[in-house]
């Protein structure tokens, strides 16, 4: 079992910076895609980013490319969200996942194929 905690949000104005860390404990997740999801009041859980258990290969949902950067440490199981540039759009609770099949090389975008979640850290932009 996998304890996802997420850290990090908080209250920007726009075109301002945050940096998300995803926490992982239980077990490593050296060998996991993870992902960052956002929900939005009144909208469903999006994807946002992911990135392969190497590093070497990441997705951007279209509205972030540019502006958003995920990276993760694997000797510190942690997995970051670099956001640049943030609009009030960006407004929104985000969420870690993992995908515990190991060794995957590509990122799924869609909420079924990721096992764990964290409780999620709210993101507020203000225009």
């Known amino acids: 079992q996998v304890q996802l905690v997420e850290s990090g949000g908080g209250l920007v104005q726009a075109g301002g910076s945050l940096r998300l860390s995803c926490a992982a404990s239980?077990?490593?997740?050296?060998?996991?895609?993870m992902g960052w999801f956002r929900q939005a009041p009144g909208k469903e859980r999006e994807f946002v980013a992911g990135i392969i258990w190497s590093g070497g290969r990441t997705s951007y949902a279209d509205p972030v490319k540019g502006r958003f950067t995920i990276s993760r440490d694997n000797a510190k199981n942690t997995v970051y969200l670099q956001m640049n540039r943030l609009k009030p759009e960006d407004t929104a609770v985000y969420y870690c996942?993992?995908?515990?099949?190991?060794?995957?090389?590509?990122?799924?975008?869609?909420?079924?194929?990721?096992?764990?979640w964290g409780q999620g850290t709210q993101v507020t932009v203000s225009s």
């Open positions: 239980g077990r490593t997740i050296s060998t996991y895609t």
């Open positions: 996942a993992a995908d515990r099949g190991a060794y995957i090389g590509v990122v799924a975008s869609t909420r079924g194929a990721y096992d764990y």
